[in-house]
């Protein structure tokens, strides 16, 4: 037999073989899934030294993102000036200074701590306001006694007159009755409110000079919008109540109330879930609600936090109760709102980030996706300039203009705001099974492995994202599409009864080599 006999024989019996047949299949370049780039984190340099100092001493005792911190610094420093002050912007352009700001965080990011070392001053202040409020109030309730009782009686006198004199008693009387009605009694001075319903919203406007704010460590104010109590969603306090535009509620059997410029301020935290599911809220998007919210969604710092931080200096948070105090107490009794100019220069950086929202407002531009959130965007960047420079001068600021570099600093928070709102109305327009298939393709690039089993896989994620087995299932799906695994057949069944064997895939070479 010669050298090329041996070889034929060799090759006899493959020559109708495919090379996939001994190989597997040939893998193609994967579709890539769609990402989320990484987020900014909070510019706490925005704030004068008093407001960042407080930021980041309490995001580090609390372990907590400085954006949770931070935003509710925000929303804090809107409920001491809301219903206010404005930024007179432009020609008749004028922006309020209350803000509506969501910052979505997992559970145990200890959010309420955060709430009571960022809000306990702001309700201190408010003690304060009753307080120095109670001689006036109670000078009212004797006033308002004293007339009703003075009309009674003439109502009285009145009925009982002579004929004679029985008409200039009646319009005594009904003078001294109109008299009373006027009268008003001061509301106990409320600055911020929990749980509330659209209806309460529109009284507690009504009573505390058009003002209030709804600052809270859970979401169910979003509950309650949706029609937690009435069955159908309930928005239109909280559209009004941004935009000051005039509130008028007539209810049968209540006087009717009037508010010229309603200012509710906002400041939640929110688990990313409520977030996400903020969309399904009928007419929220339709009607505009979502587009009023400033929104964060930072990284939490669950499982890489410090067991022993640095706590919070108490020189730091006397400071920041102090010039919070000193703020609401200086605007509490304005009636008329204070009216904010800018500097041509603060002018001129506003104009520049106006020109760069405008360019990317159109059908192809980057904004597109959040078009209506976007097209509020320069208007949220004055209010925030506002309440930077109240920060930057709580004692008189009321009487200075804003400058470009306080302008610049507001532009730096919406571009950070700008980012994350991309991000949320991402994800709330997304499919889900693209999100989880996201994080599986992360877990089996991290880990790597050429084959893995659909049980081995469920262990390695974490129960929150997938409770159940099943719930893989279209995050596998996918991924299979987009070519980044293959379902291998299942081994032949040797026997009867018992648990199937778990289904097993096959990673792309680009998995496999951690790439």
Same mark, same amino acid.
């Given at each position: 037999m010669t050298t090329n006999d041996a070889g034929a024989d060799?090759?006899? %019996?493959?020559?109708?073989? #495919?090379?996939?047949?001994?190989? !597997?299949?040939?893998?193609?370049?994967?579709?890539?899934?769609?990402? /989320?780039?990484?987020?900014? #984190?909070?510019?706490?340099?925005?704030?004068?030294?008093?407001? %960042?100092?407080?930021?980041?001493?309490?995001?580090?005792?609390?372990?907590?993102?400085?954006?949770?911190? !931070?935003?509710?610094?925000?929303?804090?420093?809107?409920?001491?000036?809301? %219903? /206010?002050?404005?930024?007179?912007? +432009? !020609?008749?352009? +004028?922006?309020?200074?209350?803000?509506? =700001?969501?910052i979505a965080l997992p559970p145990g990011n200890r959010k309420s701590a955060v709430f009571d070392l960022m809000v306990q001053p702001l309700l201190d202040a408010e003690k304060a306001l009753i307080e120095l409020s109670g001689p006036v109030r109670a000078e009212a309730e004797t006033l308002a006694r004293l007339a009703k009782s003075a009309a009674e009686k003439a109502a009285g006198k009145a009925a009982s007159a002579e004929p004679e004199h029985r008409d200039t008693l009646t319009a005594e009387a009904v003078q001294l009755a109109q008299d009373a009605d006027k009268m008003r009694v001061?509301? #106990?001075?409320?600055?911020?409110?929990?749980?509330?319903?659209?209806?309460?919203?529109? =009284?507690?406007?009504?009573e505390q000079g058009g003002r209030i704010?709804?600052? *809270?460590?859970?979401?169910?104010l979003f509950d309650i919008i949706a029609g937690r109590y009435t069955g159908k969603p309930n928005m239109g306090m909280f559209l009004k109540g941004h935009a000051g535009d005039m509130l008028r509620v007539n209810r049968q059997g209540r006087s009717?109330?009037?508010?010229?410029s309603p200012a509710v301020t906002i400041g939640l935290a929110v688990q990313p879930e409520v977030l996400d599911a903020l969309s399904r809220i009928d007419g929220a998007d339709g009607r505009g609600l979502l587009a009023r919210f400033l929104y964060s969604k930072p990284l939490s710092l669950v499982g890489y936090r410090s067991l022993t931080?640095?706590?919070?200096?108490?020189?730091?948070?006397?400071?920041?109760?102090?010039?919070?105090?000193?703020?609401?107490?200086?605007?509490?009794?304005?009636?008329?709102?204070?009216?904010?100019?800018?500097?041509?220069?603060?002018?001129?950086?506003?104009?520049?980030?106006?020109?760069?929202?405008?360019? +990317?407002?159109?059908?192809?531009? *980057?904004?597109?996706?959040?078009?209506?959130?976007?097209?509020?965007?320069? %208007?949220?960047?004055?209010?925030?300039?506002?309440? $930077?420079?109240?920060?930057?001068?709580?004692?008189?600021?009321?009487?200075?203009?804003?400058?470009? *570099?306080?302008?610049?600093?507001? =532009?730096?928070?919406?571009?950070?705001?700008?980012?994350?709102?991309?991000?949320?109305? *991402?994800?709330m327009s997304a499919d889900p099974a693209h999100e989880s298939a996201v994080t599986v393709l992360a877990q089996l690039v991290s880990s790597n492995p050429a084959q893995f089993t659909k049980r081995e896989l469920f262990r390695m994620l974490r129960r929150a994202e997938f409770p159940a087995i099943g719930d893989l299932d279209p995050a596998l799906s996918l $991924?299979?599409?987009? !070519?980044?695994? /293959?379902?291998?057949?299942?081994?032949? /069944?040797?026997? +009867?009864?018992?648990?199937?064997?778990?289904?097993?895939?096959?990673?792309?070479p680009r998995i496999a080599r951690g790439a």
């Open positions: 060799l090759w006899e %019996g493959f020559e109708h073989i #495919e090379p996939e047949q001994i190989t !597997g299949p040939a893998w193609d370049e994967p579709v890539p899934l769609r990402t /989320r780039p990484p987020l900014p #984190e909070f510019p706490v340099e925005v704030f004068p030294a008093w407001l %960042g100092n407080m930021v980041r001493g309490v995001a580090e005792e609390t372990q907590t993102p400085a954006d949770l911190a !931070g935003c509710l610094a925000l929303a804090v420093l809107a409920t001491a000036a809301g %219903g /206010r002050v404005k930024v007179c912007v +432009r !020609g008749h352009w +004028r922006e309020p200074v209350n803000i509506y =700001t969501a001061p509301a #106990e001075p409320q600055l911020v409110a929990d749980d509330v319903t659209p209806e309460n919203v529109g =009284t507690l406007l009504d704010s709804c600052l *809270s460590a859970e979401g169910e009717a109330q009037h508010v010229d931080p640095a706590l919070l200096d108490e020189q730091v948070a006397a400071t920041y109760a102090k010039h919070l105090a000193g703020l609401t107490l200086a605007l509490a009794d304005w009636t008329d709102p204070a009216l904010i100019q800018l500097t041509p220069e603060a002018d001129a950086v506003l104009l520049a980030f106006q020109k760069v929202t405008e360019s +990317r407002l159109g059908p192809d531009g *980057s904004f597109a996706p959040i078009v209506k959130w976007a097209s509020k965007r320069d %208007g949220a960047v004055a209010r925030i300039a506002g309440l $930077l420079h109240l920060a930057a001068h709580p004692e008189d600021g009321w009487h200075k203009p804003i400058e470009a *570099s306080t302008m610049a600093a507001a =532009t730096e928070l919406g571009v950070y705001f700008t980012a994350h709102a991309l991000d949320v109305f *991402s994800v $991924l299979e599409e987009h !070519g980044w695994i /293959r379902q291998q057949p299942p081994p032949p /069944r040797t026997g +009867r009864g018992g648990r199937p064997p778990s289904p097993r895939y096959e990673t792309h």
